[in-house]
């Protein structure tokens, strides 16, 4: 069993930043999947970036140019650095981890979920 633990939400305001982390256990970090995923109130679930465990990220358009998404295999910690944050980003925003394969932008691909890292962006 994977234990997924987010951090860094907080509120900010428009045009400012956060940067989130996602720890995992497990002595095999560097072979895990990881993404980014969040839902705001009365919304489903939207992929936002993922790493795979070579390292390549993806990002989903609404915050492309935006965010940086990155790990550090020592730590065993995810980041994801928010910049430019506008009030539609306000969401609970969860780190997603898998060791198997799949698409990066699909819910269905990971196994282990925290429980999620609020963000709120007022105007």
């Known amino acids: 069993q994977v234990q997924v633990v987010e951090s860094g939400g907080g509120l900010v305001q428009a045009g400012g930043s956060l940067r989130l982390s996602c720890a995992a256990s497990?002595?095999?970090?560097?072979?895990?999947?990881m993404g980014w995923f969040r839902q705001a109130p009365g919304k489903g679930r939207e992929f936002v970036a993922a790493?795979?465990?070579?390292?390549?990220?993806n990002y989903a358009d609404s915050v492309k140019g935006r965010c940086t998404i990155s790990r550090d295999n020592a730590k065993n910690t995810m980041y994801l650095q928010m910049n430019s944050l506008n009030p539609e980003d306000t969401a609970l925003y969860y780190c997603?981890?898998?060791?198997?394969?799949?698409?990066?932008?699909?819910?269905?691909?990971?196994?282990?979920w925290g429980q999620g890292t609020q963000v709120t962006v007022s105007s």
């Open positions: 997603a981890v898998t060791d198997r394969g799949g698409h990066y932008a699909i819910g269905e691909t990971y196994d282990y």
């Open positions: 497990g002595r095999t970090f560097s072979s895990y999947n």
């Open positions: 790493i795979s465990w070579t390292g390549s990220p």
